[in-house]
């Protein structure tokens, strides 16, 4: 490397020079602040004071808490929400794909919940939601259902997110349909002469060349799944019973409700090795499951 | 199939069987596609029903959303609920507030992911496959787990119920998924083109602003639109950072307006629909860029 022209040189210089922005960004705004999580994971600090070391209390305490345990039951139970919102969305790439009139108008439909997701969208739903009034439970009845209270009940406070996350399903069809279109025609066409009917060319040939992208929204699916905040501190607070108790919920009213900061750095840490963990889990089998063309 | 049957000589029975054949083939694409259809526009209607039902929510008089049976298309419609829950509290302020942060931190986003996107995909420097890679592991740190020492750092800069925090690291390149993206457009433009530049005397600051940068343009569009509706809709950052109610976002007003008129369901969806109309418009505006930025995200992630 060192035998490179002084114009290599120069050059990397300059590549340096783009890159710097991201350099310094990287450190002050992701990696420092990574370490410094860590660091005050290891004292107790209600940011006034000054900081005191107390080596790993915060992690064994957590291992007595009983609502770090329930929002880590929470953030798994909603987990349900990935492989229906992945199932979902392929559905609806693949009807989209059949070469239907009105694409744009069915995929624009589809994809809108996607750009609206925040509070104003949480409050809607809070409303649909509404026992007596909302629009789910007014639907319920036309049919002779009487539906539970949803937000205001431990058992149906959890599924009724989830059935909100599903509104979101197009931002995953998206993904696939692009994935769909970009399958070679020639595939199918070889398969039609050899007699493969619709079922198996979907087996052997649509599924296969998905995978990478049920990888990838597997994975997105995940980490947000455990990075859900704005609806349960809009429409639940975390309740009733704690039924909604999701991990960053639980992490931000440590932070800045109780300001433990020393606590939620501990929690902010396990959050990082859950997702860091999982990633890496379902990277590693996917080499089993997920076919690359280029390989 | 039909090529080996095409391949014999028919007879008249054959034929007639033949035809017959392709007739049955013609019914069940066209019942095929009928369910196609109907199952499309069930899901629609499925999807469209929560708008529609907010929609006609925010016209009604307030106090009738309680009412059953349900009016579906309130008569009159009461227009007035969206400029009066507007004025009960200072929208206007929070909407400018809003408006500045998402335009300074979109034009941080495209200024700095362009110039470091650049300096990955056309400069060779030592150490490039090995930071890139860092780029690309940051799009997996979850946000949450840094807040604490974010908002530290922040207190001891001074930023904290400032706009700083939500507006200065997007100059930095924080988004490192903007970074791959335009890493990935700008390594399509042929090296040639920089060659001749060059040759004309260009420095490499030049090139970057004079011939890449104008040959990507649809990938700022991308990023425009998603740095858009991300800052627009974000309320963690403003829950944190923010705290004078002079200083809120609009996601946070509405928050604020969720606490204070808790049961006024009328105007609630009122404003929360003009809250959510700028990302709808432009998304029906920029429709062309946000699919291909999700599209590509599948490609090439």
Known sequence: MLGKSPIYWKRALEGYMFISPWIIGFAIFTAGPLIGSFTISLTEWNIVGTPRFIGLKNYEAMLQDKLFWQSLKVTTLYLFNVPLNLTLGLLLAILLNQKVRGLGIFRTI???PS????VATSLLWMWIFNPRFGMINILLKEVGITGPAWLGSETWALPALIIMSMWGVGGGMLI?????????????EAATLDGAGVWRKFLHITIPMITPVLLLNLIMGIISSFQVFTQAYIM???GPNYATLFFVLYLYQQAFRWFNMGYASALAWVLFLIILICTYLVLHTSSRWVYYENE | MTKQAMGRSPTKDRSAQLVEYFQLQHVRERITKAIIYILLILGSIL????FLWMISTSLKKPGTEFTIPVQWIPNPPRWQNYPEGWSVLPFNLWLLNTVAITVVATLGSLISSALIGFGFARIDFPGRTVLFMLVL???ML???????PLFVLY???GWLDTFKPLTIPAFFGVNAFYIFLLRQFFKTIPVDLDDAARVDGCTTFGVFRYIAVPLIKPALGIIFVFSFMQNWNDFLGPLIYLSSTEKFTLALGLRFFQSQYRVEWTLLMAVSLIVLSPCIVLFFIAQKYYIQGIVITGIKG
């Open chain 1, 110 to 112: 589809f994809y809108l």
């Open chain 1, 115 to 118: 750009v609206t997701a925040g």
């Open chain 1, 176 to 188: 696939y349909l692009g994935a769909l279109q970009g399958i070679p025609t020639a595939l199918y």
């Open chain 1, 236 to 238: 639940t607070q975390g």
């Open chain 2, 47 to 50: 999807v469209m029903l929560p």
């Open chain 2, 137 to 139: 592991a940051t799009m």
């Open chain 2, 142 to 148: 979850p946000y949450p787990s840094i807040i604490v």
């Open chain 2, 155 to 157: 207190k001891n800069l």
